[in-house]
């Protein structure tokens, strides 16, 4: 009760938005229970269980096998027990997987969200990090595309731009761009269409929540 007394304070004081009404992460924020509540189970259990083992000749086998199942078991499913490794990435994850292998070792990435979720580029960057790490990136949080020319004097070579209308007005809106610095002008390198309805995001679906030109 204390616990649950607490996550709705976190949910009131500190939560924003739609992630406060509807309760985000709150199976997650309970799990944190999860050892304790096994610890309850144990002593409740333990001594029926002692007196149904004391029984039978392989009373010292079952325990034994027990901790062994339950050290192997998170090993042999450790793409089930954390499905949140991609999961919870969505189209941000598969845009990076799609972008990484355009990326050299020697380029200096600069990563513009333009559309509502300001966060994008900071994700972007995370997911980045991890299939492309020999990169150097950054991400351009809460940046305009005024920032642009801007990027070459700070020393960036390449720049993704979750809207390339927003880079260069003649492209589409609904497309995320990587753009190259030739020494003069930003020369679009390649570009791919993305769902600017990306699915239940906090409760929600709105478009342009992850992509387009906010």
Do not use: K
Not at 79 to 89: G, I, K, N, T
Not at 105 to 120: I, K, S, Y
Not at 130 to 142: M, S, T
């Amino acid at each position: 009760m204390l616990f649950n007394l607490f996550l709705v304070f976190i949910y009131v004081a500190h939560f924003q938005g739609v992630m406060s009404r509807n309760a985000q992460s709150y199976y997650r924020l309970n799990t944190e229970l999860a050892l304790l509540l096994m610890l309850g189970l144990v002593l409740l259990l333990r001594d029926s269980l002692r007196r149904w083992f004391a029984v039978y000749p392989w009373q010292r086998i079952v325990p034994a096998v027990a901790v062994i199942a339950a050290l192997a078991l998170p090993l042999g499913f450790f793409e089930r027990v954390r499905f949140d490794l991609r999961r919870a990435r969505g189209e941000i994850w598969r845009l990076a997987e799609t972008v990484a292998p355009t990326l050299a070792p020697t380029d200096r990435l600069a990563v513009l969200a333009t559309g509502a979720n300001h966060d994008g580029a900071l994700q972007l960057r995370g997911a980045l990090g991890l299939l492309a790490p020999r990169v150097a990136a950054a991400a351009l949080r809460d940046a305009g595309a005024d920032e642009i020319p801007t990027l070459p004097a700070r020393g960036f070579d390449r720049l993704l731009v979750t809207c390339a209308a927003a880079a260069q007005p003649g492209l589409a809106a609904d497309h995320v761009a990587l753009f190259g610095w030739d020494g003069t002008r930003w020369q679009l390198r390649a570009s791919w269409p993305v769902d600017t309805r990306p699915g239940t995001l906090f409760g929600e679906r709105r478009r342009g929540e992850l992509f387009g030109c906010g």
